[in-house]
Every structure is written in structure tokens, then in C-alpha cells.
């Protein structure tokens, strides 16, 4: 049995135990762009525990685990230092479904973090997230989003929205997403994936992605057993 399945297992009726945070707030995280273009980053960069997170904001699994599965969870950790999370914005499904609102809202997401403002306008996206079938993320909904988190709007974010600023960096964003399924999935890992410390949580075990308990007990276990985790065969 792999380790993970063992965590799995180990979690059930479980909590991982609780640090004492050092942020107030989600809204005090650091949030950065890394070298790579691509990559953001949100938490203490010197966190030993990395969360990469793979995500289509139309997507609505992934809005499912931003809401009620795992994703509040992994909020009030990064508050505590010992975990970072990574975000890989993708936009396949306008291509799939039609339309252009991932693209759009990976675009409105790259302007917020531009104004510090990332996390809050990430949770708000997903909290008030269109049906997938409908093509939702309009500018002007973007806008109205934006509104409800403290000091994002101004000429220069809305136009940033409004004129999508930021193609160049939700082309490139999508295009990390396609090669991270590496030659198994040249389409991309899926949404959401989850890769903890290089290691991509098996789709077997996706569930708990969605069990916010169980998913505080494999990062703390993680945390505390680093080279376990690390000579797992997923």
C-alpha cells in the first residue's frame, strides 16, 4: 500500500495539529509571480511544503474544492508558514465548451495579483462562479467581482480587464498546463490537479481533495515525514 493510502486511512476522524499563525489574515499572504512567467505563488516562499495547484476557473470541480473541499483548508494553513501553495491558471475549456471566460478570468486574475490582491479575487471567483456551460466571465461580471474585494478596482485594473492586458501570460499559463501532463497527457494533468512536493496525488486518491480533515492530515504528515513522502512509489 502506498503512503498515500495510508494517509488516507490515518486521517479519518482525524485533525492535523494546529499551529499558531503568524498572517492575521489570507488577505496578508504574500503572493508573487515567479521566474518562469507562469508560476504564482501565494504563502511564506520558503514554506517546506509546496501545494501546486492546476485550475480552469470555469471549471467547476475546481470550484467545488475552492468552496467546500480542501481549498479553505489549504488557506488557513498558508497563514501558519509551513506550507506555500503554486497556481498553473489553464483556459482549455473555452476551447472545449465555447466561449472566452477562462480566458478572461486567468487574465483578471493576473491583473489582481498585480495589486497584491490575488487571493481574495481568486476566492471570489470561485465563489461566485458561472455555470460552466455558460460563458459567465464577461468583462463586465469580472468587474463586478472585483467590487467585492477591498481596494482591486481602479482605471488601471479595469482596464487591464477590459483590454485583456494579460494574454501573453494566459497563453503561456496554458501552454505550462499542457506540458505538465507531460507525454501521458499532452492535453494537461486535468482540474484540479493537486502536486505536493513534485509529487502528483494519484487520481485514485483525488478524493481527498475534497475531504478538508483528511487533507490537513497528509500535509502535516508530509511536513513532519518529508523523506516518506518523498520515496513514495505513486
Not at 50 to 73: N, W
Request: include cysteine; proline fraction near 6%; glycine fraction near 8%.
Amino acid at each position: 500500500m502506498c503512503a498515500t493510502a495510508v494517509l488516507v486511512v490515518a486521517g479519518c476522524g482525524q485533525r492535523a495539529a494546529e499551529h499558531e499563525p503568524d498572517f492575521a489574515s489570507t488577505e496578508e499572504l504574500p503572493e508573487s509571480l515567479g521566474a518562469d512567467g507562469t508560476t504564482i505563488t501565494v504563502g511564506d516562499p520558503e514554506a517546506p511544503v509546496k501545494v501546486h495547484l492546476y485550475e480552469d476557473p470555469r471549471c467547476p470541480v475546481c470550484e467545488e474544492f475552492e468552496t467546500t473541499g480542501a481549498g479553505p483548508e489549504l488557506r488557513d494553513v498558508l497563514r501558519e508558514r509551513w506550507v506555500k501553495t503554486e497556481y498553473t491558471l489553464a483556459s482549455f475549456l473555452d476551447d472545449r465548451v465555447g466561449g472566452t471566460g477562462s480566458k478572461k478570468a486567468v487574465n483578471a486574475l493576473r491583473a489582481a495579483l498585480e495589486e497584491g490582491k490575488f487571493v481574495e479575487y481568486h476566492k471570489v471567483l470561485y465563489a461566485h462562479q458561472p455555470e460552466e456551460s455558460v460563458d459567465g466571465y464577461t468583462d463586465a461580471y469580472l468587474l463586478e467581482l472585483a467590487g467585492k474585494v477591498e481596494g482591486l478596482r481602479s482605471p488601471e485594473f479595469d482596464a487591464a480587464v477590459t483590454s485583456m492586458k494579460y494574454r501573453a501570460f494566459v497563453a503561456a499559463s496554458q501552454k505550462a498546463y499542457e506540458k505538465a501532463g507531460g507525454a501521458q497527457d499532452p492535453e494537461g494533468p486535468g482540474t484540479p490537479t493537486a502536486v505536493i512536493n513534485d509529487k502528483e496525488i494519484p487520481v485514485q486518491y483525488n478524493g481527498l481533495l475534497f475531504e478538508s480533515e483528511s487533507f490537513a492530515v497528509l500535509l502535516k504528515q508530509i511536513y513532519d515525514r518529508p523523506g516518506e513522502w518523498k520515496d513514495t512509489t505513486l
